[in-house]
């Protein structure tokens, strides 16, 4: 049964099939191979415009974490990606469970929620701005955890409302006709059993947050809080765009992100798909 079954799948997966696969992955890890071949060359290899360096060099490796501080970018955008995406879930959760269990603002306030994530997020610049200021967090990680953990709710209730959906409500039930408030609800069943939800969204903020450039760039003006987005566009000057240093910069950058991708994909697709599930 097993074989006629591995025979039929092996027919399924024709010429065209393999051959679209490769185009695939050669379309993701050709500019992936390209950035690392920028890296081991000089300026004047870089603009020849060759795909592989006619003399390979370890000079932009040792001189990039020379010139700026890059472990300390590094660590800065570690930092915001966790904490931001921790303080999201603090907030979704809770928030989710209102709206999706308890029916709290209606239709209106899910779409509203929504809604907002599709605004340009420059428009809120300004608002955010007057905000760190008056808390005194502007130039501070603190400050970029606040906005990122923000900008992130409308994300996270979008993929726990979908988790949250497929509990079955007749388990909240039973736990308050036992006298259970909404608080212990959430933390004592409903959060056990969403967790692996929690993780998949938890990592889905915090790659966006990890990733976020416009917001570092407006709030964070100095080496203490700079995140690695915003430090790899200061490679490029006003004359000379040192392209070595930045492709170093880049794949130091993007470590954390593909580990994340290769050990949770499970985690990772499963948030996505949860979150365009409306039962």
Not at 159 to 181: C, Q, V, Y
Not at 230 to 236: E, G, P, R, T
Not at 260 to 266: E, M, S, T
Request: hydrophobic letters at 55%; proline letters at 6%.
């Amino acid at each position: 049964m097993s074989l006629f079954g591995h025979a039929g799948r092996r027919r399924r997966i024709g010429p065209w099939s393999g051959l679209a696969a490769v185009a695939m992955v050669a379309f993701f890890a050709l500019p992936i191979a390209y950035l690392v071949s920028v890296s081991f060359k000089t300026p004047d290899q870089v603009l020849t415009g060759h795909f592989l360096p006619d003399a390979p060099t370890l000079y932009n490796w040792g001189e990039t974490f020379r010139v700026i501080p890059l472990v300390r970018f590094l660590v800065n955008s570690l930092a915001v990606a966790c904490f931001s995406a921790a303080l999201t879930l603090a907030i979704a959760l809770p928030a989710t469970y209102a709206m999706i269990r308890l029916k709290v603002g209606g239709r209106f306030l899910p779409a509203f929620i929504l809604a907002t994530y599709v605004a340009p997020p420059v428009v809120a610049l300004i608002p955010l701005f007057m905000l760190l200021r008056w808390l005194g967090l502007l130039n501070t990680v603190a400050g970029l955890v606040l906005v990122n953990a923000v900008a992130n709710l409308p994300v996270a209730f979008w993929l726990l409302s979908g988790f949250l959906r497929r509990l079955p409500p007749e388990i909240d039930e039973a736990a308050w006709m036992d006298g259970a408030g909404h608080a212990t609800v959430i933390c004592r069943i409903i959060a056990p059993m969403l967790t692996p939800g929690l993780v998949a969204t938890g990592l889905i903020c915090g790659i966006l947050a990890y990733d976020e450039f416009l917001l570092a760039s407006a709030f964070s003006n100095d080496e203490g809080s700079r995140t690695l987005p915003v430090a790899i566009a200061l490679f490029q000057g006003e004359r000379l765009i040192n392209f070595g240093q930045m492709a170093v910069a880049s794949l130091t950058g993007i470590v954390p992100v593909y580990l994340i991708g290769l050990f949770a994909q499970r985690f990772l697709i499963g948030g996505l798909t949860a979150g365009s599930i409306k039962g």
